[in-house]
């Protein structure tokens, strides 16, 4: 990682970008204040610049390189973290987030919240649906696009996927983990009558 240092000017531009760091996991390298703010170092010593390698550091002394705390925050905001979910995840977040106090929706009895948990969100944390709910700019959810797979049953009567093998040629498998996955239109291409098509998981 090659390092960041940003030029702060004033108590809360130096306690903003530190909360921009603690927020990405970053601590201090002096293990026993991981998560302060070091207000004395801005306020009795003077310095004005904040150092992010592999640990945070502070300094006073003017270095080579360096970015304006206005251009460090700009580069927050362009950062849009994006998630995959599917249709249905998507149309109840949005339909939450468009009420008049979506919160609120949660905690009382209309069974959102009952909805929600519902559903599989796993990689997703609370955290981050509850940001979305709340407007954040930086976070955006999509609709995963729909994978499928051909099967068709063998002559033993069982249900076999079909997969590519290292040769690059159609083969058959009956773990449908090991199988050949794409998007409905490039499936079709290789759809035999022999082979039914199904969603992949």
């Excluded at 026993?32 to 006073?60: M, V």
């Excluded at 729909?146 to 002559?155: E, T």
């Amino acid at each position: 990682m090659s390092e960041t240092v940003v030029h702060v000017t004033t108590l809360d531009q130096w306690k903003s970008v530190l909360d921009v760091w603690f927020a990405q996991g970053y601590e201090w390298e002096i293990r026993t204040k991981r998560q302060k703010y070091f207000l004395d170092q801005f306020n009795f010593f003077n310095a004005r610049y904040l150092y992010l390698n592999s640990h945070i550091q502070y300094g006073s002394i003017l270095p080579d390189n360096f970015i304006e705390y206005a251009d460090f925050m700009a580069q927050q905001e362009k950062k849009m973290t994006t998630y995959e979910v599917t249709q249905e995840q998507l149309e109840l977040l949005d339909k939450v987030k468009s009420m008049p106090y979506p919160f609120v929706e949660l905690i009382t009895f209309n069974g959102y919240r009952r909805e929600l948990d519902r559903l599989d969100w796993s990689g997703i944390s609370n955290d981050v649906i509850l940001k979305y709910l709340a407007h954040d700019e930086t976070i955006e959810f999509k609709v995963k696009e729909q994978l499928y797979r051909l099967w068709r049953v063998d002559s033993d009567g069982d249900r076999v996927y079909m997969r590519i093998n290292r040769y690059g040629t159609p083969d058959s498998s009956m773990d449908q983990h090991n199988t050949f996955t794409a998007p409905l239109e490039e499936i079709k291409k290789w759809q035999t009558p022999a082979w039914e098509i199904e969603k992949a998981d």
